[in-house]
């Protein structure tokens, strides 16, 4: 069983940055960030896979980035230029395999999510 724990969303203002972080407790191979808000479909936003390939929504392109640190098992998102359409809640997924899927079905282990509220 994978563990997945996020943390670092909260408020921000139109314009202002976070940093998302998700502790892991096993890297499976390909590790993303995804959003959903109410009545809306899960969305991926950021893959990363273990051989280093990224991918991203058109939506965050140029203003997400997702990275790793793994001495400290830690998934990040840091995301700058946040505009009021970005509020929603952040999860963390872990999947099997190489590959930027963006399918939720295609990832095993969520995290509980955290919450991002972009004011304008």
């Known amino acids: 069983q994978v563990q997945l724990v996020e943390s670092g969303g909260g408020s921000v203002q139109a314009g202002g940055s976070l940093r998302l972080a998700c502790i892991y407790s096993y890297n499976t191979g390909r590790m993303a960030w995804f959003r959903q808000g109410p009545g809306k479909e899960r969305e991926g936003v950021a893959i990363?896979?273990?051989?280093?390939?990224?991918s991203y929504a058109d939506s965050v392109k140029g203003r997400f980035t997702i990275s790793e640190d793994m001495v400290k098992h830690t998934l990040y998102l840091q995301m700058n230029s946040l505009k009021p359409e970005d509020t929603d809640m952040y999860y963390c997924?872990?999947?099997?395999?190489?590959?930027?899927?963006?399918?939720?079905?295609?990832?095993?282990?969520w995290g509980q999510g955290t919450q991002v509220t972009v004011s304008s």
């Open positions: 990363l896979d273990s051989a280093g390939t990224t």
């Open positions: 997924a872990a999947g099997y395999g190489l590959g930027t899927s963006t399918l939720p079905s295609t990832y095993r282990y």
